[in-house]
Each structure stands twice: as C-alpha cells, then as structure tokens.
C-alpha cells in the first residue's frame, strides 16, 4: 500500500518546482486514480510477456515472481449470488479464477466447476461420463454473468476466487482558511505494492504533462529527506 499524501505532497513539490502550478486536489485524484489503474493492468501485460519469453529461466522466473507478488494484493474471494437463471460477477471483478460448488458452504467439502465453451455443451450433455449434475458442475461464462448447469438446479454454495480491481484512490481533505488540508478520515491509499511509489509519482506527473526522469525525482527525494 502507498499513503495518497505522500504521492501527492511529492508531486505538488515537484509541479512547483518546474512552475507549473498547483495540482488541485480534485485534479490529482483523477490523475492518480488513472495512474493506479495503468500500473495495475500493466502488470498482465507484462507477466504475459515474460511467461512468454524464451532463454534465461531464472532471470525471467525473477520477474514472473515479483508480478505475482504486486498482482497477489488484488485477489481474493466472494460467494456468488443468483440472479433469475445466472450467478452475477463481483462488483469489483477485473479477473475471474476459478469456480466452486459447495453444497454445505465449506470449501474443503465443494468441487471445482469447470468452464466450458456455450458450442460444448451439447458434447457434455450427450456422455454418461461428462454429464453435468452437481458432483460435477459446468459454467459458460457470460459478458454480464455466469451460467451453470447441473442436472439439479444449483441456487446457491457458489463461491469464486479473482483477482478485484483496486479501490478508488482518494486525498480527502477539509478546508481551513481557504487552504486544502490532508484528513486522513476520509482519504484512500493506493493499493499497489509499496516498490510502486516513485513508479505513482511520476505516472501522475506524467500524465499532468510534466516528464521528469527517475533519476531526477530520486535526487530531490534524497533534497528533501
């Protein structure tokens, strides 16, 4: 997790300094919300690639694993609920995982359900072995929801585990003499890796229009310290 203050305070210092006025605070939370967004969803890109890249096994299984370890903040558990004929998404979804049934509500006791295509189901359905019923549950997964199949009606013990978007970033504040100052109360972290700071920093400033080099932005930390 990285303090919204902390980022905020270290681009306001840097904006002034390239007298480029000041960042409101309405105008960081946008900037910084989309920042957090870009670096979250360049994580996949990047994984893929490396997963993907042949030669050095260490050095690229270096990389896969600190990637999983920024993504691994994100991903958690919900259960599912029914809605009409289909099991809705988590409202904070941006990966499904993976599916399971469990009819007493205690995973240890549930079974995975597998994903199929909607053009399987037919082959599914004609096999005494691949025949869908509660031991053996399917879902075909939908743009706005989740269908599962089962030779009995499964409405409820549906639970998933995915990777959640990450929370809305916000730098709350009160007004006191015409000046915005930092209220903790009503403020949210970014959820990235700690490691993301800098990275946070200069995105936003980036995105502000102001380009600085990573090795500028470490020498005025190392000023101001």
Known sequence: ?????????????????????????????????????????????????????????????DIVKTLNEKISIFKTRANLTKSGSFFKYPSDIYKLGTLWYAKTGLLEDGVEIQEINEDELLDYYNSPLTKPNKSRPLYIRRVEDIRIISAAAI??????????????????YVVVDEQALYNAGSSENFELHVSEETTLV????????????????????????
């Open 155 to 172: 409405t409820s013990g549906v639970s998933c585990s995915y990777t959640k978007k990450p929370t809305k970033v916000e730098w709350g």
């Open 202 to 225: 200069m995105k936003i400033l980036g995105l502000a229009g102001i380009v600085i080099q990573r090795q500028e932005l470490m020498a005025l930390g190392q000023q101001q310290a």
């Open 1 to 61: 997790m990285v303090n919204v203050d902390t980022v905020y305070q270290r681009v306001l210092a840097i904006a002034n300094k390239e007298q480029r006025g000041y960042i409101t605070p309405l105008e960081f939370n946008l900037l910084a919300n989309q920042a957090q967004l870009e670096i979250f969803e360049s994580y996949f890109v990047e994984l893929n690639q490396a997963l993907a890249m042949p030669g050095n096994e260490s050095e690229y299984s």
